[in-house]
């Protein structure tokens, strides 16, 4: 378990457009599951972020193929999803903040350089 910092990058793959939002301190804990596969690391996550411009919410209103970066506390960056295998990103919107929905799983723990 890592406790990360505030800020989530978010890379889109596709329009190679890159996205900060602002959330709580927050750790994150990816789950490892052994199937015909081989070994997946779960990297799923759902926080919530500071209420980001429409035009985002709205490109985010469905899920989306990106890359994740987080920050530790050792400013070591750990990254989630790849271009073979990227996270999907979707943003809910609520009152006064959303809640960015990540899903990823892949082969190899964020962790490991």
Do not use: W
């Amino acid at each position: 378990m890592k406790e990360l910092s505030t800020l989530i990058k978010v890379h889109h793959i596709k329009m190679n457009k890159d996205f900060t939002f602002l959330a709580d301190k927050f750790s994150f804990e990816p789950t490892s599951s052994d199937n015909d596969a081989g070994i997946l690391f779960d990297c799923s996550l759902n926080k919530t972020i500071e209420l980001p411009p429409s035009n985002v919410l709205s490109f985010f209103s469905s899920p989306q193929s990106c890359i994740i970066s987080f920050t530790d506390s050792s400013l070591r960056e750990i990254k989630v999803g790849s271009v073979y295998l990227p996270a999907r990103v979707s943003i809910n919107p609520y009152l006064n903040a959303a809640k960015i929905n990540i899903n990823c799983k892949q082969t190899q723990s964020p962790f490991i350089l």
